[in-house]
């Protein structure tokens, strides 16, 4: 049975950061920036920078991936900022 789980990724690196080190297999997963957000993130695999992958801009963007049956491990899953500050949340349902 799927399981459920959300949260904020808050790292202060902006050159790239893996989501979570886990082995825990993902169906799909949604990622959120915060309207307060002042730069952009980005969304990839462990070559994500904050120039490259998935870019989300400040404000209420998102990205959601379905894997359309087929699983991954979050820990594939790594995110890059280019401030700081900025926070991007996270909805995932595993396998």
């Known amino acids: 049975m799927p399981g459920f789980d959300a949260g904020t990724f808050s790292d202060t690196?902006?050159?790239g950061a893996q989501l979570l080190n886990s082995t825990?297999?993902?169906l799909t997963i949604t990622f959120q920036t915060r309207t307060a957000n002042t730069g952009k993130?980005?969304?990839g695999l462990?070559?994500?920078?904050?120039?490259?992958?998935?870019?989300?801009?400040s404000?209420?963007?998102e990205l959601a991936i379905d894997l359309k049956?087929?699983?991954?491990a979050i820990s594939t899953f790594y995110v890059a900022k280019t401030d700081t500050g900025d926070l991007l949340d996270f909805r995932v349902v595993y396998q």
């Open 13 to 15: 690196d902006t050159t």
């Open 24 to 26: 825990e297999r993902v």
């Open 41 to 43: 993130c980005y969304v």
């Open 46 to 57: 462990s070559d994500v920078t904050d120039t490259y992958g998935w870019e989300l801009d």
């Open 59 to 61: 404000g209420k963007n």
């Open 69 to 72: 049956g087929l699983s991954q």
